[in-house]
């Protein structure tokens, strides 16, 4: 076109596209919102300025996906993410349980392309904001580099998850960036200067047997002098991706303007480092090593943190804080490292654990000042020292999808992000979480469309759990082990256990639980038995006189002794765990935690499971025998063991096992939902780390379900999904169900944890 110059001058293509929703940020905050929005109805673009989805998870980075299970190094029990993001972590432990990057891109990308309420752009970068009024954002600007296009993205709700705010920032969101001092919030671990106030990159790298020899010639950029990082003889040849964790850099930068800058002395790091174990001779072993990748985009950490109606801070992690908005939460460490990163001679983090997971509350989610956007990921209201903790992706993607749920009931009642709160949604919002799958550690809300909840549920067995039987699995107690039970009345049943002696020795076993409900740290002292043990087999019978609260798990806890060795059994039951006092150094665990006495945090010991194919339960005989394993538990509201373990469990010996919901009258069922055992204590790590197996062994495979004349109107083979959500074009009408299933495995019995049922076709899960 020609300008009022003369000039001739052109535009690039561009397209309008309006929609319900705008998401910027295809981490996975960004995804699991754009999901969570699209199941409810909305229409949603998910803007992304990367060719691919999953953020600081994706290929392009390559850092694991981790939130409250924090490796299983931690007290916090079967807390894994719940909803959309555990569905792909689920679905990539299926397809990928190696760990493969590539892999796990293309699990993403189809999660968002399978719907069809998504218009996704990816390589679009977000480069303006119009805004309606000082408080209201009217439109994106965006540019697609690959086909030279841009976009209007028109909404009433935006939601920025993109990482460094982008559109918080060009709208004039407040947020923060750097750390608060200990006197704002009264956070004690609050860095000093010296310390540093931010959070630096890393960029990851994978190396390659050949099983030939391999030369590598450094470029001239690398890194010349090893010696330069102080911790230099800490690497290893066969450590990679995001093991390297601490190859980070730009916390004294400004880690948004900088990034390039920053980029480019990690790569220096990097090709340093690799110089370093391949041609200093220190390291023999890494001869037939080839440098197989490399990132070229740095995953960043921190960078600006935005403000809403509610600054979460230490205080709330540290004491778990309830909040009646909680909407989602979080269980990593508050986690931070020195600005210096890996120039600094001080250790690569300081990691610091509550006792439990703690509640998220919604006024974090949205801004204070610009009324139609949310936020989500890592850049949420939160304080320096709490973004330590919240900053990891599972507690990101799991506040994204409450984020895109909020999202939906904005359009529903026509209402702003904090009008949620002021108009009295927030227990709505928490409903429709909860019947998604997103469970809120405290909190139980049971959806008024669910009908299975007026159903009178019966099952043709029910384990009573008398014995874990004897394997020939024997263990030294070293490191001290533990046993979960959980509790039917306030007294301790009897356990009879064999012990093993070398020699003559006194076994000591103390009765622990839980000072807070829900936790899983054994900071009550209840009593200590002593038992003399002669040379051989004992047979040993506790008796603890100790009368506790029903619905805890008590820790039977067996102190250290390398002479005595306990049978353990291949018996594996839903709800039911063996935890050791060791070492995860990866997480700070060293056995038990001592901060220093100003920080504000506190001192506790760590107890913590094996992962499969270890983990074996101890094995014993319970007298009388442990009943709660009721079919009711699948409409008590809680999917998961927490202060119970919260399911049905079939007896083992009904070898054709079947749950049963009754009505008074016949329904017109459009939707079931019912909600198997995926082990939501495992972490399932999505890269890099393999797992023992693709399915999990509580996981029901086969059923089907019967109306009340018989007739089989869905029927399921192969499953592996913790979710299952079944449909019918022309309702179910039928006064009961019967739902058939079949054991996992021989030392597995059946278990559902729920079981909700909707009469409405419209009822979107």
């Known amino acids: 076109m020609l300008r009022q110059d003369g000039v001739l001058k052109r535009s690039f293509r561009s397209i309008v596209v309006e929609a319900d929703l705008v998401v910027t940020g295809g981490g996975l905050a960004g995804t699991c919102c754009a999901i969570t929005a699209a199941r409810e109805g909305m229409k949603v673009v998910l803007v992304q300025d990367r060719p691919v989805l999953g953020g600081n998870a994706s290929s392009e980075i390559r850092l694991w996906v981790l939130g409250a299970t924090s490796h299983m190094g931690n007290n916090n029990r079967w807390a894994r993410e719940g909803g959309v993001i555990n569905e792909i972590l689920v679905e990539n432990l299926y397809r990928n349980r190696e760990g493969n990057p590539i892999i796990f891109d293309t699990i993403i990308l189809e999660k968002v392309v399978n719907e069809k309420n998504i218009t996704l752009l990816l390589n679009t970068a977000v480069i303006g904001v119009e805004k309606q009024d000082a408080d209201t954002i009217q439109s994106l600007d965006a540019f697609c580099s690959q086909n030279s296009t841009t976009y209007v993205l028109k909404a009433p709700l935006f939601c920025d998850a993109s990482g460094d705010g982008v559109v918080g920032f060009l709208a004039g969101a407040a947020f923060r960036m750097g750390a608060e001092s200990k006197d704002e919030f009264d956070e004690l671990?609050?860095?000093?200067?010296?310390?540093?106030?931010?959070?630096?990159?890393?960029?990851?790298?994978?190396?390659?047997?050949?099983?030939?020899?391999?030369?590598f010639v450094p470029p001239s950029y690398a890194l010349q002098d090893i010696a330069q990082i102080p911790r230099y003889k800490q690497f290893k040849a066969k450590e990679q991706g995001c093991q390297l964790w601490w190859i980070?850099?730009?916390?004294?930068?400004?880690?948004?303007?900088?990034?390039?800058?920053?980029?480019?002395?990690?790569?220096?790091?990097?090709?340093?480092?690799?110089n370093y174990i391949k041609n200093s001779g220190k390291f023999p072993e890494a001869a037939n090593l080839n440098l197989e990748w490399v990132g070229t985009i740095p995953g960043k950490r921190e960078s600006r943190r935005f403000e809403g109606d509610y600054i979460i801070t230490q205080r709330d992690i540290i004491e778990q804080r309830e909040h009646e908005d909680a909407v989602a939460f979080g269980g990593w460490s508050v986690d931070l490292h020195p600005s210096d990163g890996i120039y600094s001679d001080q250790k690569g983090c300081d990691q610091w654990h509550s006792k439990g997971i703690y509640q998220i509350p919604y006024r974090c989610y949205y801004s204070r000042n610009i009324a139609n956007l949310f936020l989500a990921g890592r850049i949420i209201s939160a304080t320096h020292v709490a973004f330590g903790s919240t900053r990891v992706m599972g507690t990101c993607a799991y506040g994204g999808q409450a984020v895109g749920m909020a999202a939906a009931l904005c359009k529903d009642y026509q209402i702003t992000p904090r009008e949620i709160l002021s108009k009295q949604s927030v227990g709505v919002l928490q409903e429709r979480l909860a019947r998604s799958g997103h469970f809120l550690p405290g909190i139980i809300r049971i959806s008024r469309e669910n009908i299975a909840a007026i159903a009178e549920v019966t099952s043709s067995s029910e384990l009573r759990l008398a014995e874990l039987p004897e394997s020939d699995l024997l263990r030294n107690i070293d490191p001290a082990v533990g046993q979960l039970i959980p509790l039917t009345n306030d007294k301790i049943p009897e356990l009879v256990i064999h012990a093993h002696a070398d020699k003559p020795t006194v076994l000591k076993v103390d009765l622990k639980t839980s000072l807070r409900a829900g936790n899983f740290t054994p900071d009550q002292y209840h009593e200590t038995?002593?038992?003399?043990?002669?040379?051989?087999?004992?047979?040993?019978?506790?008796?603890?006189?100790?009368?506790?609260?029903?619905?805890?798990?008590?820790?039977?806890?067996?102190?250290?002794?390398p002479l005595v060795r306990l049978h353990f059994s291949q018996v594996r039951i839903t709800g039911l765990l063996s935890v050791f006092n060791q070492f995860n150094e990866s997480v700070s665990n060293y056995g038990k935690q001592t901060p220093p006495s100003h920080i504000g945090i506190d001192t506790f010991e760590f107890w913590c499971p094996e992962r499969r194919p270890k983990g074996q339960n101890i094995a014993?005989?319970?007298?009388?025998?442990?009943?709660?394993?009721?079919?009711?538990?699948?409409?008590n509201g809680v999917d998961r063991p927490y202060n119970a373990p919260n399911a049905w469990v079939a007896d083992p010996e009904d070898l054709n096992p079947e749950l049963c919901l009754t009505w008074n009258e016949t329904k017109k069922i459009s939707r079931i939902v019912i909600t198997f055992d995926t082990d939501f204590d495992h972490p399932m790590e999505s890269v890099l780390m393999g797992h023992p197996e693709s399915v999990i062994p509580f996981c029901i495979r086969n059923y089907k379900i019967l109306d009340d004349q018989g007739k089989v109107v869905y029927k399921k083979e192969d499953n592996y999904q913790t979710m299952n959500k079944i449909e019918f074009e022309t309702p179910v009408r039928s006064r009961q169900l019967r739902i058939q299933v079949e054991h996992p495995g021989r030392n597995v019995p059946a278990a559902i944890f729920g079981v909700q049922c909707f009469e409405k076709s419209n009822s979107i899960i």
Request: hydrophobic content about 35%.
């Open 189 to 215: 671990f609050a860095p000093t200067q010296e310390y540093g106030e931010l959070l630096g990159h890393s960029i990851y790298f994978y190396s390659k047997d050949t099983g030939k020899p391999v030369n």
């Open 248 to 274: 980070e850099y730009g916390g004294r930068l400004d880690t948004v303007h900088d990034t390039e800058t920053i980029k480019w002395e990690l790569w220096r790091i990097v090709y340093g480092v690799w």
């Open 529 to 561: 038995v002593s038992i003399d043990l002669h040379e051989g087999r004992n047979c040993v019978k506790l008796n603890f006189q100790s009368v506790l609260s029903k619905k805890v798990y008590a820790f039977i806890l067996f102190n250290k002794n």
């Open 620 to 635: 014993m005989k319970i007298n009388p025998p442990l009943s709660c394993f009721h079919p009711a538990n699948v409409i």
